[in-house]
């Protein structure tokens, strides 16, 4: 049966580069893979504990359930000083306290873009170490840091359009959904 991916989206700015590598995703798609995006993580109120006593803001809950239906989260982000962007941070410190939490045994690959060479790199080491902590699978290989993409996505119609890179992201899709089909047998009948 075909597998269902969302996307997690690290960047809240119009034109976002990160966001146009999200676009591109589920047409990026292996056949046998559907990919939809999450809403976006600017309507999550800064975490406070005292918030969430007083009730899960409803975009948090919307998004947990969505993430546990999924059978794997592709989270696309910029580095942010060398780290994870504090709305990134933010999101995933209010899903982390959803009961059950939806992250946990769940399958995750990283990508990052930047228009520096090391294509957020670091970012993406530190969102491991929090998913760590959830429990996720976070895939290894292949790692996509997409490093000068001011030249890979179309300065007019914001299209990544690098071809070198659409088909890279399309075999970590790939990789993606041998894990997730590893990791939950019901993926597969
Ligand atoms: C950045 N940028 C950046 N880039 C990078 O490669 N490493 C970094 O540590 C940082 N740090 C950083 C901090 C802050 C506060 C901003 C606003 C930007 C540059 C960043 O990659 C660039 O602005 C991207 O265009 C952001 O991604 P989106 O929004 O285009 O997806």
């Known amino acids: 049966s075909p597998l269902h991916f969302v996307t997690l989206l690290g ?3 119009k034109a976002s580069f990160n966001a ?8 990026i798609a292996p056949e046998g893979i559907a ?7 600017g309507t999550f109120p ?5 918030v969430q006593e007083e009730g899960f803001p409803a975009p948090v809950l919307t998004m947990a359930q969505q993430i546990a239906t999924a059978d794997a989260v592709v989270i696309v982000t910029p580095e942010y000083n060398y780290s994870v962007p504090g709305v990134l941070k933010n999101a995933i410190d209010w899903l982390s306290r959803v009961s059950p939490q939806p992250l946990a045994g769940k399958p ?5 873009a930047s228009p520096g060479m090391i294509g957020g790199a670091r970012a993406q ?4 170490q ?8 976070v895939l290894n290989r292949p790692e996509a840091m997409i490093g000068q993409v001011t030249g890979k996505v179309d300065a007019q119609t914001l299209e990544l359009s690098d071809v070198a890179t659409r088909e890279f992201l399309a075999r970590q899709l790939d990789a993606l959904a041998a894990l ?6 019901r993926a597969i009948t």
Do not use: C, K, M
């Not at 990919?35 to 993580?41: A, D, H, V």
């Open 11 to 13: 960047s809240l700015r």
């Open 125 to 128: 080491y530190h969102l491991r």
């Open 108 to 112: 995750v690959a990283l990508v990052t």
């Open 180 to 185: 997730a089909r590893t990791l939950s047998p």
């Open 46 to 50: 800064h975490y406070s504990q005292d």
């Open 20 to 27: 146009a590598v999200a676009r591109a995703l589920p047409e």
């Open 35 to 41: 990919i939809t995006p999450l809403g976006s993580i």
């Open 130 to 137: 929090s998913l760590v902590f959830l429990d996720a699978y």
